[in-house]
């Protein structure tokens, strides 16, 4: 709970009003929920979640580039990461894209790999005056205990990167 109060607080350093919170952690997993009103259409939000390469966090990649990610926004397309030397990471693959509404991806994320569990990262965008309510999901289950291992860091990582993505869509810039 901690991390998701340094979160929000964090959040609070870009234009709307924003909220971060654990909705739900048990012995199957847990459940993130951030939410911001971005100053910016829905279509210009949109097009920037597939610009995961200028907004995520490089410190959260294997390569240290975040310009090494690509995810572009239709069915079945990886969410990837090149690997100097020719190698890579399919961080995930995108389940859903509808247009300038909602984008879902598949993407048990860093260390969540090797668990082998199951994991859903959504965006889901609406019209608001003067912009858009953005809000992003990630919800992680399995058949471990992750509340006391890796909920906490994972909140610290997507909230950053839900910081990030929401200052970029109003500034073009991360940070």
Not at 17 to 32: I, M, N, P, T
Not at 125 to 137: C, D, I, Q, S, Y
Not at 154 to 170: K, L, P, Q, S
Request: net charge neutral; aromatic share 10%.
């Amino acid at each position: 709970m901690r991390n998701a109060l340094l979160a929000f607080l964090a959040a609070l350093s870009f234009g709307g009003a924003a909220s971060a919170e654990v909705v739900d952690k048990g012995s199957y997993g847990f459940r993130l929920k951030y939410t911001a009103k971005v100053a910016a259409s829905p279509e210009k939000v949109f097009r920037a979640i597939g610009e995961i390469d200028r907004w995520w966090s490089p410190a959260h990649t294997y390569s240290g580039q975040a310009s090494n990610l690509s995810m572009p926004l239709a069915a079945n397309a990886c969410y990837c990461e090149a690997l100097p030397g020719g190698g890579g990471v399919r961080h995930g693959v995108v389940e859903l894209v509808i247009p300038n509404k909602q984008v879902r991806v598949a993407a048990a994320l860093g260390p969540l790999q090797d668990e082998g569990v199951g994991a859903a990262w959504a965006f889901d965008l609406k019209p608001n005056a003067g912009g858009t309510e953005v809000v992003m999901t990630y919800n992680v289950a399995g058949a471990r205990d992750f509340v006391t291992t890796l909920a906490p860091a994972a909140d610290g990582v997507m909230g950053e990167g839900f910081r990030r993505f929401a200052r970029y869509v109003e500034t073009g810039k991360p940070e």
